[in-house]
Each structure stands twice: as structure tokens, then as C-alpha cells.
């Protein structure tokens, strides 16, 4: 069953919608929705289970990609741009290959739709040792948190999905369900054959992750034949982050063709 997703808009044009990594959320995405929305209309979502957006049991990239379709239809945009990265990038590209008529263009960040060996279980685990009612402020969590999770940048990305609730710290992600749905997100749905792509797609990669390296674009071009690569110097799996500028001005010359 769809969820109604929660959307932050902004800008004028075209429909473009982003779709954020394990973790994340519209907020992380602000920065670039505010550049890309001097050219387009951009819709940047939080995914089920991320963000604002409703909590639910089931977290499979199916039941994503069915919220991001039914958010298209619900507001008429198809075809649309669909920016994708990671998880998000998974999930705009089932929906490009089980509804094509829905997307015009796709980028996808940082990913390739294939399974990947590593898990996100050890950082779920982290949050879930962390006793919320006992923390007084934001830097108690960090500290309970540095022991299992020392990389700065980690722990500070992590962090944005606390919230204050009725005056205490909650987590806005539902560790719960991530947890249950962790194979599946570190896979990608078996699709008949002819599941095919054929409109314009940019698989965008950082130079310093393995995540969409040389070996993945024959996966990718099985599914996209029209697929075109990029990779941003300087940049890990957190592209748009780590190297924005560079990111933005591949994305905005592929986008504006």
C-alpha cells in the first residue's frame, strides 16, 4: 500500500523530483533543490519510513517506488525528471523500468542496480543502543554514539534525523523497519528481461567510491541502454555533498539538453 509522501517544492519549470539515500532526507538536499530550482520546478520527497514522510512496516524498493508513482500521478507532473541518489537511486530506477511513460529523464547517484555485499545493520544498531530518554541535548547522542560510529561525518550526517517531540529526543527514521528490510534494500528486484529503459539516463559516481565503479556499468547498460557516465573528482558516495558544485554543473547541463 502507497504512503502519501511528504514533499518540500521549490522553484519554477519543469517537474523534477529528488530522491535521498538511506538515511537522508529532503532536508539533506536543500542546497541543491534551491540551484536546480532557478530552471525547474523541484519536488525533493521524503522516502516511507525518512523524514516527515509516514512510517510502514514494509520497505522494499517496490513499495518506495509505488509511493514516488503515486506522487506523480496524484499531482499530474509525468513525465518528469527524476534525480535519484542511492537508495533513492534504486528506486527511481524501478520506477523508470516498471513505468517509463512516467519519466523523461533520470539521473541516478552513486549506484547501479545490483546487489551490494555491505550492510548499513552495525549503524541501525548504534541508534538503537542510544537511550533517548535519558539524553538531555543533541551532543549526549553524539556521545553515546562515537564509540560504535568514530568517523565525524557519519555521526554528524546520522544525527540530522533527530527531532524533539513532546520535549524529547526521537528518532525521525524507523530503525525498526530498515532493519527488517536491509536485504532487500541492499539488493534490486528481479525484472523480466525486457524491463528496459530507452530514454536518456546519467549515472553520476565519485571518483573515490566503489559503489559505481568501471565493473557496475554493464548491469547498468543491460537495463539502460541510452545510460551516459559521469564521475565527479574528489567525491565518496555522498556526491552532491562532498563536491556540489561540480555535481550540479553535470547534472544541470544533462537535465537542460
Same mark, same amino acid.
Given at each position: 500500500? +502507497?504512503?502519501?509522501?511528504?514533499?518540500?517544492?521549490?522553484?519554477?519549470?519543469?517537474?523534477?523530483?529528488?530522491?535521498?539515500?538511506?538515511? %537522508?532526507? !529532503?532536508?539533506? #538536499?536543500? %542546497? /541543491? +533543490?534551491?540551484?536546480?530550482?532557478?530552471? #525547474?520546478?523541484?519536488?525533493?520527497?521524503?522516502?516511507?519510513?525518512?523524514?516527515? @514522510?509516514? #512510517?510502514?512496516?514494509?520497505?522494499?524498493?517496490?513499495?518506495? !517506488?509505488?509511493?514516488?508513482?503515486?506522487?506523480? &500521478?496524484?499531482? @499530474?507532473?509525468?513525465?518528469?525528471?527524476?534525480?535519484?541518489?542511492?537508495?533513492?537511486?534504486?528506486?527511481?530506477?524501478?520506477?523508470?523500468?516498471?513505468?517509463?511513460?512516467?519519466?523523461?529523464?533520470?539521473?541516478?547517484?552513486?549506484?547501479?542496480?545490483?546487489?551490494? %555485499? $555491505? @550492510? $548499513?545493520?552495525?549503524?541501525?544498531? +548504534?541508534?538503537? @543502543?542510544?537511550?533517548? %530518554? *535519558?539524553?538531555?541535548?543533541? *551532543?549526549?547522542?553524539?556521545?553515546?554514539?562515537?564509540?560504535?560510529?568514530?568517523?565525524?561525518?557519519?555521526?554528524?550526517?546520522?544525527? &540530522?534525523?533527530?527531532?524533539?517531540?513532546?520535549?524529547?529526543?526521537? #528518532?525521525?527514521?524507523?530503525?525498526?523497519?530498515? +532493519?527488517?528490510?536491509?536485504?532487500?534494500?541492499?539488493?534490486?528486484?528481479?525484472?523480466?528481461?525486457?524491463?528496459?529503459?530507452?530514454?536518456?539516463?546519467?549515472?553520476?559516481?565519485?571518483?573515490?567510491?566503489?559503489?559505481?565503479?568501471?565493473?557496475?556499468?554493464?548491469?547498468?547498460?543491460?537495463?539502460?541502454?541510452? /545510460?551516459?557516465? !559521469?564521475?565527479?573528482?574528489? !567525491?565518496?558516495?555522498?556526491?552532491?555533498?562532498? &563536491?556540489?558544485?561540480?555535481?550540479?554543473?553535470?547534472?544541470?547541463?544533462?537535465?537542460?539538453?
Amino acid at each position: 500500500m +502507497a504512503v502519501r509522501l511528504h514533499g518540500v517544492e521549490t522553484g519554477e519549470g519543469p517537474p523534477l523530483l529528488i530522491l535521498h539515500g538511506l538515511f %537522508g532526507s !529532503a532536508r539533506n #538536499w536543500g %542546497g /541543491a +533543490a534551491r540551484r536546480l530550482g532557478e530552471r #525547474w520546478r523541484v519536488h525533493a520527497l521524503d522516502l516511507r519510513n525518512h523524514g516527515a @514522510s509516514p #512510517w510502514h512496516s514494509a520497505m522494499a524498493y517496490e513499495d518506495i !517506488a509505488g509511493d514516488v508513482q503515486a506522487y506523480i &500521478q496524484e499531482r @499530474s507532473l509525468a513525465p518528469c525528471l527524476i534525480l535519484g541518489h542511492s537508495m533513492g537511486g534504486k528506486a527511481a530506477m524501478l520506477l523508470s523500468l516498471q513505468s517509463p511513460a512516467l519519466v523523461e529523464r533520470l539521473v541516478v547517484v552513486d549506484i547501479a542496480p545490483v546487489v551490494y %555485499g $555491505h @550492510s $548499513h545493520l552495525p549503524l541501525i544498531e +548504534a541508534m538503537r @543502543s542510544v537511550d533517548l %530518554g *535519558a539524553a538531555a541535548r543533541r *551532543a549526549d547522542v553524539d556521545a553515546a554514539l562515537r564509540e560504535r560510529i568514530p568517523d565525524d561525518a557519519m555521526r554528524l550526517f546520522l544525527l &540530522q534525523n533527530l527531532a524533539t517531540r513532546d520535549g524529547r529526543l526521537v #528518532w525521525r527514521i524507523n530503525l525498526e523497519a530498515l +532493519a527488517a528490510g536491509m536485504d532487500r534494500l541492499l539488493g534490486f528486484p528481479e525484472l523480466a528481461a525486457e524491463a528496459i529503459f530507452e530514454q536518456p539516463a546519467l549515472f553520476v559516481a565519485g571518483e573515490l567510491s566503489d559503489y559505481l565503479g568501471v565493473q557496475r556499468r554493464p548491469a547498468v547498460l543491460r537495463r539502460f541502454p541510452a /545510460a551516459r557516465f !559521469a564521475v565527479i573528482p574528489g !567525491a565518496g558516495h555522498w556526491v552532491h555533498a562532498e &563536491q556540489p558544485d561540480a555535481f550540479l554543473r553535470v547534472v544541470e547541463s544533462f537535465l537542460g539538453e
